[in-house]
């Protein structure tokens, strides 16, 4: 009887152990209102707006260009180039993060792993809008080498 209690309880243990319910989960998926795939390829901006309180500056309006590169993965590369210095890239990983049931369009910024932004969205199959609040963003307003937080909006067209 002693060996067929043991064994019940080798069998038992992995159970219990794994069953712990006490700590929600934070969900990080690729599926949200429409699959981060269909976002894979070229995207060329039609506004890449920075603002932060009464400064704004279109890179696009002004003459420059952004460009983002998507891969299936969510994966990303997004070249800004202004016309009044030298172009830059900026990487990231886009998601959906799930939390109350409802998804979230999210970036999480390349060298920044432990944090991510969320954003308001758009897609239609050929326009991609993405716009973020206060801090969402980051542009050299001043062009003194210094990064400034801002809010974002982007308007994107498949290439």
Not at 43 to 49: N, R, S
Not at 133 to 147: I, K, S
Request: aromatic content about 16%; hydrophobic content about 35%; proline content about 3%.
């Amino acid at each position: 009887m002693k060996k067929y209690a043991y064994i019940f309880l080798i069998f038992l243990a992995p159970l219990v152990f794994s069953c712990s319910s006490d700590d929600p989960e934070d969900v990080l998926t690729k599926d949200g209102r429409f699959p981060i795939s269909e976002l894979a390829g070229t995207w060329v901006a039609t506004k890449a707006q920075f603002s932060v309180s009464s400064t704004s500056v279109d890179v696009v309006e002004n003459g420059g260009t952004a460009r983002m590169t998507v891969q299936n993965s969510g994966d990303f590369a997004l070249t800004l180039d202004p016309v009044d210095r030298a172009a830059y890239t900026v990487r990231g990983e886009m998601f959906w993060e799930k939390w109350e049931g409802t998804y979230y369009f999210a970036i999480q910024w390349e060298g920044e792993p432990d944090d991510w932004d969320t954003y308001g969205e758009t897609w239609d199959g050929t326009t991609f809008t993405l716009n973020g609040g206060a801090n969402t963003g980051e542009y050299d307003f001043d062009n003194d080498g210094d990064m400034e937080s801002c809010s974002v909006h982007f308007i994107f067209v498949g290439e």
